[in-house]
């Protein structure tokens, strides 16, 4: 990466005899002579350090730190003048200003503070374009489908992630309810904090209560030490709780004290902790009724219900079936690794004649099933699984379906090199099946 230097200072000798110096150094170096000048080669260049006079004849080279930290957060800047002072050195660095120099007393320690300064502005443009990068991929745009069903849910989403509402996201098991969260939290004010995710059907509910607050050394057995919990992660940014139907009802009454007071007491402790966190929460269930089967509290309902958002199932939005097929056909060719760059007519008719039990989590794993085992450029109808062939018009007429099991599953044995419980989690079967079927068609396992 080039290492770019911005200089800005009207004095011109001292401009030009600093740049002389600065490029024996190896570095590139821009000169501007004012502050309206520097601000536009930073809009043109990739600087990643600015040394800034404080006398400038349109600004004050302090105040000028400031603007530069809010339009580039990841350039260091080094402020540099004739006549010190306390008051400006303490502005300088509280506007965010790599160090504050006088010239002439500090010639040499310019140098290897600009070597300092360096690194450190390489380093925050990493992790910058890192975060625009995940921001870019958590995003509305990030979410394939074009359909009204699903165009009206992003629009619900779009209008809440501005607000800090709490949400709750309702629909079938696989409908992308992690991928809404996702998006809500990186469309609004809380994006360049954590995002923090937790399945409540994961843990028994003394488990998950110690993971959502945390606990004291000696709370229980094996508690060696303070824990963290997830709620002290997400301060300042949104935690999801997925599954949210399924957490204990005695442990619901400490996420609805969060909600209404922003505070909760670690397992073990006496006093309380305080947090400031947004919460979205999903389920599957029908939560009406497990309050009325004494499972699930009535007034936490009513708080994490202040704006809903039912996701349609796939089998209600299949007019985007092809889009997300094509999707996870580019996703996962080159996750593998794979040349295939189309999807056959009848490949993509079994597809859209699916019931769709697993929504868009089933179709991911049909077709990551289907990159892995296609020997071709096209994924072709024979590499979908049995069931499917009932809504063909005709199955493959090249294979026996017992020889077409056969092949796919001796393909994805090969492919995780023998792993039986990673090839029936990709065949969507149990391990016992699969070693039944390993037993019948007489496959090397």
């Not at 945390?214 to 940014?237: I, R």
């Not at 204990?248 to 006496?270: C, M, P, S, W, Y």
């Not at 072709?380 to 018009?393: H, I, K, R």
């Not at 493959?396 to 393909?411: Q, R, V």
């Amino acid at each position: 990466m080039q290492q770019n230097i911005l200089i800005i200072d009207d004095e011109k000798k001292l401009n030009g005899l600093l740049t002389r110096i600065i490029e024996l150094e190896g570095y590139k170096v821009f000169q501007a002579y004012t502050g309206k000048e520097g601000l536009k080669v930073l809009s043109q260049e990739e600087i990643q350090v600015v040394i800034s006079d404080v006398k400038l004849p349109d600004v004050n080279g302090v105040e000028l730190v400031k603007q530069i930290k809010e339009k580039q957060p990841y350039v260091e800047v080094i402020n540099l003048t004739a006549f010190g002072t306390i008051a400006d050195g303490v502005l300088s660095i509280k506007n965010g200003a790599f160090d504050y120099i006088t010239k002439g007393d500090d010639n040499d320690k310019i140098l290897p503070m600009l070597a300092r300064a360096m690194d450190k502005a390489q380093l925050q443009l990493q992790v910058f374009k890192l975060q625009n990068k995940i921001v870019k991929q958590f995003t509305f745009d990030g979410i394939v489908g074009r359909s009204k069903a699903i165009n009206a849910a992003i629009d619900l989403a779009k209008k809440v992630s501005i607000t800090g509402t709490t949400v709750l996201l309702l629909g079938e098991t696989g409908t992308g309810k992690e991928v809404f969260a996702h998006a809500i939290h990186y469309n609004s004010k809380r994006k360049t904090e954590n995002f923090v995710a937790v399945n409540c059907s994961s843990f028994s509910k003394e488990l998950l209560e110690s993971e959502l607050f945390g606990h004291k050394a000696g709370a229980f057995t094996g508690a060696l030490k303070d824990k963290k919990g997830l709620f002290e992660e997400a301060d300042g940014g949104t935690l999801f709780l997925d599954e949210i139907g399924e957490m204990d009802i005695n442990l619901q009454a400490k996420i609805l004290r969060v909600i209404e007071q922003g505070e909760f007491i670690k397992v073990g402790d006496t006093k309380t902790s305080k947090v400031n966190v947004r919460i979205i929460a999903a389920t599957n269930r029908k939560l009406e009724g497990e309050i009325a089967k004494g499972n699930f509290r009535e007034d936490l309902f009513y708080r994490l219900s202040v704006f809903q958002i039912t996701l349609p199932s796939l089998n209600e939005h299949r007019d985007d079936i092809a889009l997300l097929a094509k999707h996870y056909l580019k996703e996962y060719t080159r996750k593998v690794g794979q040349k295939i760059g189309d999807m056959s007519p009848e490949f993509l008719a079994g597809l859209e004649k699916h019931n769709w039990k697993g929504n868009i989590r089933e179709l991911k794993n049909i077709i990551e099933r289907a990159v892995i085992i296609c020997d071709g450029n096209t994924l072709t109808a024979d590499l979908l699984p049995l069931d499917f062939y009932d809504n063909l018009d005709s199955a493959p007429s090249s294979f026996a379906l017992s020889a077409i099991e056969k092949n796919h599953i001796n393909k994805i044995l090969h492919y995780t090199k023998g792993n039986k419980t990673e090839t029936a989690r990709l065949l969507g079967i149990g391990l016992t099946t699969l070693y039944r079927k390993i037993d019948e068609y007489g496959l090397e396992g």
